[in-house]
Each structure stands twice: as C-alpha cells, then as structure tokens.
C-alpha cells in the first residue's frame, strides 16, 4: 500500500518529538456532481498523496471539504479544471486559523469556557464538581483507553425516577468545541437560575462523556491538531480508528474505509476498539433509564437524524423526531440568528454507517437518537475559535430546552 505523503509526515514528526505543522494548508470546498468525479475523488481519499479529506466523498450532489497542501495545489488547480469540478476556497492558511483558534492569554485563571482545555483539565474540573455537588453529581470510571488513559462518565440525578438523557462527545478527536460545549451545558444544568434550564436539570436524569476518545483528544493537542481517530496501531504508519464507523450496526455499509489510513477507517472488525466497547458497556449498562441519545460532532450547523448507512429506512418515529428536531432548530436560531438544518443523516449530511447513534437506536431501540453538527459552515471548519465557545453552548442549549418540550408534546416520557 502506498504511503499517503501527510501520513509519512505525520509519522516523522512523532518520531522526532515535533508538532505538526500546517502552513499555507488550503481547505476547498468541493461540489460532487457526477460519478466520474466521485470515483476521481473516493481514489484520492484511499491514495490522497497529501489531500487530507474533511468529509468522505461518498455521493454525487454532496459538498466535500478537502484540506490540500502547499505542494498540491497547482496538481488540485489542474485537476479540479480537468473535471470540471466547482471549488470554493474556505480556509487559506490552516496552520494561520489553529495559532489564532486560542487566546495568546487565559483571561481568567482556572477552568473556564474562553479557552479550550486539556483531557487533565477537564476531569480536574468534573471531579471537583463531584466534590461540590456530590448528593446530586457522580462520576464513574469506565474503562481506559488503548494508551491508558481514564474514560469518565458523569451522572447528574435531582430525583428518582427521571427519564435519563444520553451525550457522548468528543468521538472525533479534532472536534474541540464538542467537550467544551458539553462542560457548559453540565456547569447550567448545576448553576442556572433560568427556570427553563433548572426544569430539564430537575426533571431528567444526565448521563455524559465529556471525552469519548482520551488518546485522540491528547494526539491533538500535543502533536496533530487535525487528528480525528483513536490511536491504535492498525499498520505500520496508520494509526487509529473512526469510532463513529466503528459500531456493530450495519458496519461498512456506505461511508466507511476499510483503508487504515483514511480518516473514515471503520476498523478490521464492528466494535474492534477497546473505547467503542467502554461506550457500548457503559450505555447498556443504563438503557433502561435512557430516553434520548444524544452524539455531539462538528462542524455544518446539522441536527441529524437516524439512520445514516445506505438506502436508510425511515423508522415509526423519525416524523415525531424531525417535528423535534425542527423546534430544536428554530430555538437554537434565535439568539444569534444561528440556522441549522435537520433531517436524516444520508439526506442532509452524506451516507455514513457504523455510528453510535445508530447502534443506539438499531440494538436498543432508545426511543429518541439525534447528533448536532456544531458551529460553523465552513470558514473556520474544525478550527472554530474559542470565543466562539459559548455562544455555541447557549444556543444549543436553547435547542436541548425546545428538543425537550416537543417531546414532552409528543408524549414521548413522562416527567
């Protein structure tokens, strides 16, 4: 198999101890509209030779946004007017957007929402909550990862009885505004006095993983900001797995790679990493108290719906989601005028199998399964700035609140 040149890069680097760089990196957005370019660019994806894909190409008529370095432009220049591709420049200088992502100085000492944190930052901050609010919060270890490092889950609980609520975030390593959203959210569910927040704080059970992939997570901030996988050795080079393809429901069934240096690897097997299965114990262990799965990614401003693999059947309930998913939408629009768009994953995104939310609903019929795309649409990508951190969080919040009444609405749990 031929080495993709970013891949023997990115190994370089490790060995030498040094930080990734993307200087003058390009990011083109990309519209499939016939097979042949489709073909040309799924070839690419499997044998990219320094084109690093931000979506798989997996269907005409889809957008892919392709991240392509400074050597390959004038080949992508040549290529993109060959096929006749249309291609819209969104980020010109990758490595420019990661050294402005962070403030150059926290403004506040300790742990807040204007910076992003570290795996050690987070869990110091969830375990002193514990200790501040331990007759309502609790954390569990539930596994380590396959470098070591702890998985931790938190339950928040007011009173027995609640319908449970479930969110995992940070399945893609590279998507920081997913931990940082979720931390938020957990921080109002225990401190807000707006009546809205403290009736789903006080009325729903919360179970949540803050950081689903730890050695990912850890990968991007000490060496590949633009990391998406888990890091298991899975060839020479190729690291890692795309957790999110990796679940035991219709496994590599559309959108998924069985080429272990493509970010869409599914795996060599459903459920081959040590952290899909912490997740899929942990949910099991408590699918009797949950009612609503919840996976948070970004980035394209989405609320998708189940299921996402190929020639995706419509379940009972999906009108009932797509009626929340629309309250969701139109709440979570109207602080900063944010529009999100909705509806079944292979419809709205691309066609992608293997996910968790799918396994969710497709083994254990959880009664409602949604994942949010977060901010934005493309300008910053998987690079949004950190003090975009909490308008993100209060809007999708906002959208949680209205999620919530119209299921409520729709009778879908008593509370």
């Not at 080949?75 to 962070?102: A, G, P």
């Not at 375990?127 to 919060?137: A, N, P, Q, R």
């Not at 790679?257 to 493509?262: G, I, K």
């Not at 009612?291 to 419509?314: R, T, W």
Request: with cysteine; charged share 25%; proline share 4%.
């Amino acid at each position: 198999m031929r080495i993709p040149f970013l891949v023997l890069a990115i190994s370089v680097a490790l060995i030498w101890g040094e930080r990734v760089r993307f200087d003058n990196y390009r990011v083109y957005d990309v519209t499939v509209a016939n097979e042949k370019q489709l073909q040309i660019l799924q070839h690419l994806e499997q044998f990219s030779d320094g084109y690093t894909f931000w979506d798989s190409p997996v269907q005409t008529g889809m957008k892919v946004s392709i991240m392509v370095p400074p050597h390959k432009i004038e080949d992508f220049y040549e290529l993109s007017s060959r096929l006749d591709m249309k291609t819209v420049l969104k980020i010109e200088n990758v490595q420019q957007l990661i050294d402005t992502e962070r403030p150059a100085r926290r403004k506040i000492e300790g742990f807040n929402w204007d910076d992003y944190h570290t795996l050690d930052e987070i869990y110091d901050w969830i375990d002193g909550l514990v200790e501040e609010y331990g007759s309502i919060l609790s954390v569990e270890l539930i596994g380590h990862s396959y470098e070591g490092r702890e998985i931790k889950a938190v339950k928040l609980s007011k009173k027995e009885g609640n319908p449970g609520i479930f969110i995992e975030s940070t399945i893609h390593a590279r998507e920081w505004i997913t931990s940082a959203t979720t931390t938020w959210i957990l921080n109002e569910l225990l401190t807000s006095t707006d009546p809205a927040v403290q009736e789903i704080a006080q009325n729903y059970d919360w179970y949540i993983l803050p950081v689903v992939n730890p050695d990912g997570f850890h990968y991007t901030k000490e060496t590949n900001r633009m990391w998406r996988k888990t890091r298991y050795p899975h060839s020479i080079l190729c690291y890692g797995v795309d957790m999110n393809r990796n679940f035991p429901h219709h496994w590599m069934d559309g959108g998924s790679s069985a080429n272990p240096c493509t970010d869409t690897y599914a795996g060599p097997e459903p459920a081959s990493e040590i952290e899909t299965k912490h997740l899929m114990d942990y949910f099991t262990d408590n699918k009797e108290n949950i009612h609503f799965y919840l996976s948070f990614h970004s980035y394209s401003q989405l609320i998708l719906l189940p299921y996402g693999y190929q020639n995706a059947e419509k379940v009972d309930r999906f009108y009932d989601w797509m009626d929340m998913a629309e309250a969701a939408a139109i709440a979570l629009s109207e602080r900063y005028g944010t529009l999100y768009k909705f509806g079944n994953t292979a419809d709205v995104l691309y066609i992608a199998s293997g996910s968790s939310r799918d396994w969710a609903l497709g083994f254990h019929d959880v009664p409602i399964a949604a994942s949010y795309e977060f901010r934005d649409t493309g300008n910053y990508g998987f690079l949004l700035p950190a003090e975009q951190i909490i308008p993100n969080s209060e809007e999708v919040l906002d959208s949680l609140v209205a999620f919530l009444a119209k299921a409520r609405e729709l009778n879908y749990f008593e509370v």
